[in-house]
């Protein structure tokens, strides 16, 4: 079992910056894929980034340039650093970790861009 919970979500302005965070519990968090989904209102939840255990990253083309991941495996944490931050950021941004058989996710922390 693997307990994933996140923080760093609030309000911020459009521009500004936030940094979310995803510790997580158990010993087998390096052998994981560690991925960054968000759901907005009234719409599917998408993938944001992702990043496996000693692999290059990926993103989404909506947050390219402007969003990086990183893992800190000793930490068991992995982190969304987030800047340039728009409007159509807003969302509940859900920590996800994948394994060959089993994917746990966290309860989601909201984050809100607006003036």
């Known amino acids: 079992q693997v307990q994933l919970v996140e923080s760093g979500g609030g309000l911020e302005q459009p521009g500004g910056s936030l940094r979310l965070s995803c510790a997580a519990s158990?010993?087998?968090?390096?052998?994981?894929?560690m991925a960054w989904y968000r759901q907005a209102p009234g719409k599917q939840r998408e993938l944001v980034a992702s990043?496996?255990?000693?692999?290059?990253?990926n993103y989404a083309d909506s947050v390219k340039g402007r969003f990086t991941i990183s893992r800190d495996n000793a930490k068991s944490t992995v982190y969304l650093q987030m800047s340039s931050l728009k409007p159509e950021d807003t969302a509940v941004y859900y920590c996800?970790?994948?394994?060959?058989?089993?994917?746990?996710w966290g309860k989601g922390t909201l984050v809100t861009v607006s003036a």
């Open positions: 996800n970790a994948h394994f060959v058989l089993e994917d746990y």
């Open positions: 158990g010993s087998s968090f390096s052998h994981a894929r």
């Open positions: 990043i496996p255990s000693g692999g290059i990253a």
